[in-house]
């Protein structure tokens, strides 16, 4: 590849569109969800992002596989082609796409804008295609640039096919615009076709049987071995068709303006601009007619001249295209895509295959990591994009690190994305992160007053701060409105109740709340209690006289519940509270109530026993 110096204008633009510190400023990425989320749910763009992607991915694959070259790549000219075919062939479908649309469609505004910005993007890419990833081939092997430039405005410019052979041989405006457009582009042989097939009926009989012959007489096939005898043939026929312009081409006719054009006569082909839809086909037709042996490098002055001579005013378009075949620039071609475009894909696909092939060297590959990184907050608006978006970040030098910050400023809005979230996590090696996911969410359906799933969550996260507050505020809540536990006993049987007091400690009340309404379930619930007494420091303090006061219908329930030795266990549990935490005045009461009750209980065992 031919490496382009970097700039001092492009390294500066660069450095202005990054953030200094990138890995602690970053904007959340769904702080452009408006229309981005519009664009997403689109099939068609849907389409392009998820074939995309796996063009991306396993081109990826194929580089990471690969060794690299003496001059640092790791993909061959060939290969990266291949790549860009395939981005090529993807733009073209969604085109097909949305023309299919556009046939049925009742309002054809959205789907005509969105088919207008595909089909720039193909038309660009054809052109990086030729200039970027052909060029340093056709360089190397000293062939020309003519044929692939046909084939690019032929591809993009829409070259009438008449359809009404009836009408041409008496509507001259039908007749002579398609005429021309054929011989803009070089095919020469067709031009000839419809002249024999379809002869124009007011025109001179010689003159067209003439012209008819030289156009078949152009010489074709030039190849880098055989340039010299083509350039000779070459001008032996222009030569041939300026001389019969005198002979038989002497009055003014479409048939003359022809012969002047194929004659190398740019102020013809000025006068013909009338017939082009655009300047691309006045460059073609000044490459084929004066110079068809132009190499890469020298296509800059033919662009020149076909601006100027096509229109005074240059678009945003014009300026990209000039970047790519005068400039060969990819800086302007990448910035100014990204003007041009509503999303990333062009860039952050372009810019990918650009770093492999050398034309972004040194420290502008921080270029390519700008796009890539805006093109996954891009993807980041729509939840089902979040693992696409992830691929394009983890391509970056410091991939993890920025994946890491994108993922930490997502609020996930319901348990699918936050479990979406943490398989991101666990996938690209940030398990640190999915503490602060579980987190979030927790805290979000605490605020919807869903604090028994928030609990499943905290419980996930392993988090140690908000989980025994939120316990204690259930504890409280179930004082004055019992079914503030409702759901709670489901959580032991989906987690390890025993190995995580907090939890323990709230299934439990949960249980003897139940118990107290059901003969069946008190066995389990004095079992419960139990053990809960006999774990240190998992029942709130404030709340382990309440507990038992509780308890007490379980302790004069008819059948014994406790044995001599868990009711001991339940006397020493209470004991050692006092002593450490002493008695709220107001708790002194129900305090009582439970001595006597486990008092009762004990000496009713030593009977059982």
Known sequence: AVPVPATKTAVQWVTQLLPEAYSSARQTPNAAAGKAVEELEDPVMRNLIH?????????????????????GTKLSQVDCISVSMQYRSLLRSAIESLQEQLRHAMDETDIADKLKELVTMDLLWHLCDIFFLRSPVLIASGEFVMNELLDWVEQHVMVAEPADHSRLSSDERLYWAPFFKLLFVGRLSDAADMLATFPMQSTDPRGHAALTELLRAMPRGVTAGTAAEFQHEFQRWRQEARRLLNVVFARDSPLRDAC????????ALVELRKYAQCWYELLAARIVYTNPLVQVLDVESHCTWAIDAFSSERTELDAVILAIMADQDPFTILQKSC?????????????????????L????????????????????CSPDLWATGAIYVATCPDGRERLANM??????????????LIHLCRL????????SICRVRARALIDEGRPVPAISWLLEGRDGVLLPWLVDKLLRDSLSDPSALA?????????????????????????????????????DAARGLVRLAAAPNVIPPWFVVRLFSMAVPLLENQAILFSQHDTEILMGALETHCLM???????????????VALHRNLMRSYLVR
């Open 51 to 71: 074939v995309g992607q796996v063009i991306f991915k396993e081109f990826h694959k194929t580089k990471d596989a690969a060794g690299k070259d003496a001059d």
């Open 260 to 267: 002047l054009l194929i004659s190398g006569d740019l102020d």
């Open 339 to 359: 003007e041009l475009f509503s999303t990333w894909w062009f860039a952050a696909h372009l810019s990918d295959l650009l770093l492999e092939t050398k034309w």
């Open 361 to 380: 060297p040194g420290q502008e590959t921080r270029l390519r990591e700008y796009v890539v990184s805006n093109y996954a907050d891009f993807l980041f």
């Open 407 to 420: 993922l930490a400023h997502v609020a996930p809005r319901s348990d699918v994305e936050a479990r979406k």
């Open 428 to 435: 690209h090696g940030l398990a640190d992160l999915v503490g």
């Open 487 to 523: 759901g709670v006993e489901s959580l032991h049987t989906s987690q390890d109740a025993d190995g995580n007091g907090h939890l323990a400690c709230l299934v439990q009340v949960a249980a003897l709340q139940s118990a107290l309404q059901s003969d069946a379930a008190r066995s």
């Open 581 to 595: 935490h002493g008695v709220d005045s107001a708790a002194t009461a129900e305090l009582q109530v439970a001595r």
